[in-house]
């Protein structure tokens, strides 16, 4: 009898245990999308694929999106727990929807302008008085348009959701769209485009995000930390195997788009993510500060907006000890920024004394703004590596990532401060050549004048191709002949920027001509010089830029070849290139050997 008691007892314990196991079940919740399938949502794909989700005891069902969803809508009204939205959250968190941004994935904002071009002779302004269709939500591109002047009673602004057969019909002059996508579909089809970035007027606008409510957070606390931490895993996986999850898509999820779309897709991504510098997830009080400001001015949001409750804080301790090393590292940056500003100034004030003995021609405005050219973009990412410190400081508990973040954005901000102290070297170098005529191989001064703008240059997305003859020596000047290297060089940047060039190029070659003289080209590809007649371009005054009032930089490039080396400089419009072409001409010798 006691045999049979103790396999009762045993029977009545696995029992037990069975009927428990279902109380632990996975968590079903549902993730909205705000588009069909393709690589802009890889994270939720590789984290449900490879198990993170139900490794955090979820079952997660992903649900595709169209272009008549409202993934806000859908996700007030419970038919999903989860969300991909956009900036305008923040617009209606303000108007009292109980929605709670969990982390951003795009660090900025895909949305552009896309335009026929028609010819070379566009720019954002040229959209005046055409026809605009702007998707809802795409509120940088309102902000953007308003910003240049061109708002709704200069345009005729639509809304409603881009078509690519009404743009490609003529139906409408421009549309918007997501830079990682139409801009691939209208090239297949033979379009070529205009694309203008609100990033080029100061906004930059957060990109994707996912988000959940305030009653979700609310009932259920963990399951929306395991969401977040599930999700943000499969994100950092998908970034890295980024081919695999293409192969997954393709497979799993999407049979509309080729392999090469959505290639090129993921590649325009990166550019915006920026998984090698930011944390996937990460946000700053800061950027949707700056948000706010935007929508503020457009009169979509009036005063001080409070992020408290809209921006998801992980629960946690302060850990006091990493606090104070945290500190310490901050107070590092802050000291090696102090030493190298020193530096800056001793430079800067010698850099002005050569360029003012040493330039008879240049000013020393134009010849600073060189400089200026090259420190604009490492200034703006050490200002979001000092947010970040901040952030990660103050508003922040204190963590293991976040110990991760401070790391990055110290060894980030010393590699930019090392850059720009370079940069002043590298152009001081150039300018101190010595002020009487010496004989030098230009070549070797081209090839500085690269190095000195080719990082600003990448992270402005320029490629630079270039090839040498090496045979040939100058007498003269060299710093002058740098001088005016880098004014074309930088004018070619300045019209990428302006126009929104895709793909920009700039080509650089140098060969000796049949009669013994130098010869420089430097082509690009940013649509070609609009003065007419296209010599004008050298003009005092005269300035192919709408953003430049000046109009001395070419002049001035022009006055130092001819008069400081007997030389020619003609400008011209390459038709393979669709661009401008300079064609530098100067009187040398072969040095014997």
């Given amino acids: 009898m006691k045999s049979i008691g103790f396999t009762a007892r045993s029977l009545v314990a696995l029992l037990s245990l069975l009927i428990v196991t279902p109380l632990t079940a996975a968590d079903s919740v549902r993730l909205q999308l705000k588009w069909t399938h393709q690589f802009q949502f890889a994270g939720y794909y590789a984290a449900e694929a490879l198990g993170y989700y139900r490794d955090a005891n979820l079952e997660v069902e992903i649900i595709e999106g169209s272009p008549d969803i409202n993934t806000a809508e859908v996700v007030l009204k419970g038919d999903a727990e989860y969300g991909v939205g956009s900036s305008s959250l923040l617009l209606l968190r303000e108007a009292g929807k109980p929605l ?7 660090q900025h904002s895909p949305y552009v302008l896309i335009s026929r071009r028609d010819s070379a002779l566009q ?67 033979g379009v070529d485009i205009n694309i203008y970035s609100p990033r080029s007027a100061g906004i930059d606008f957060y990109g994707d995000n996912f988000f959940t409510t305030d009653d979700e957070l609310l009932n259920h606390p963990d399951r929306a930390a395991r969401f977040r931490n599930a999700s943000l895993k499969g994100w950092r996986y998908a970034m890295d195997h980024p081919e695999e999850i293409i192969d997954l898509i393709l497979n799993e999820y999407s049979s509309t788009r080729s392999r090469e779309e959505l290639v090129y897709e993921m590649e325009s991504m990166q550019k915006l993510i920026h998984p090698e510098l930011i944390e996937l997830g990460y946000m700053l009080d800061g950027r949707w500060q700056h948000i706010a400001e935007t929508y503020a001015t457009l ?25 104070y090393r945290v500190a310490a590292v901050a107070f590092s940056v802050l000291l090696v920024t102090i030493i190298l500003s020193l530096r800056f100034s001793s430079l800067n004030k010698k850099l002005l004394r050569l360029l003012h003995v040493k330039s008879k ?16 973009q490492p200034l703006n990412d050490l200002g979001l590596q000092v947010m970040l410190l901040e952030q990660t400081l103050f508003n922040e508990p204190i963590s293991e990532d976040s110990k991760k973040i401070v790391r990055r954005a110290t060894a980030k901000s010393h590699d930019l401060l090392e850059f720009m102290a370079g940069t002043v070297d590298v152009f001081s170098g150039l300018m101190k050549m010595g002020g009487e005529s010496i004989d030098f191989y230009p070549d070797s001064i081209v090839r500085k004048a690269l190095s000195f ?43 990428f920027i302006e126009r929104g060039t895709d793909s920009p190029r700039i080509a650089v070659r140098s060969r000796m001509t049949a009669n013994g003289h130098y010869r420089l080209v430097i082509s690009d590809n940013g649509g070609g010089i609009t003065v007419k ?10 300035s192919d830029k709408k953003n430049d009032e000046s109009g001395v930089g070419l002049y001035i490039a022009k006055k130092l070849i001819e008069e400081g080396f007997g030389g020619k400089v003609i400008a011209s419009n390459s038709q393979d290139q669709d661009g401008a072409l300079f064609s530098v001409t100067i009187p040398g010798h072969v040095q014997s050997v």
């Fill in 533 to 542: 007649p296209v010599e004008r371009v050298f003009d005092l005054g005269v």
């Fill in 299 to 323: 009169g979509m949001l009036g005063g001080e907006v409070d992020l408290d409750g809209f921006l998801y804080r992980e629960n946690g301790g302060q850990d006091y000890q990493l606090a």
């Fill in 361 to 376: 021609f240049a000013n020393i405005g134009e010849s600073v703004n060189h400089i200026s050219h090259q420190w604009k």
């Fill in 453 to 495: 703008v080719s990082d600003a240059f990448e992270l402005d997305g320029i490629v630079i191709t270039s090839s040498f003859d090496d045979g040939v020596q100058l007498n003269g000047n060299p710093a002058e002949f740098a001088h005016a290297v880098l004014v074309i060089l930088n004018n070619a940047r300045d019209v």
């Fill in 100 to 106: 709670v941004v969990l982390g951003v994935l795009f």
């Fill in 123 to 189: 720019s954002l302004h040229d959209l005046v008085n055409k026809r605009l269709m702007i998707e809802p939500l795409a509120d940088e591109l309102i902000a953007y348009l308003k910003i240049e002047g061109l708002d709704r009673g200069l345009a005729d602004i639509r809304e409603g959701e881009h078509n690519l057969e009404s743009f490609i019909a003529g139906e409408v002059d421009a549309i918007s769209a997501y830079v990682t996508s139409e801009p691939y579909a209208l090239r297949q089809r």
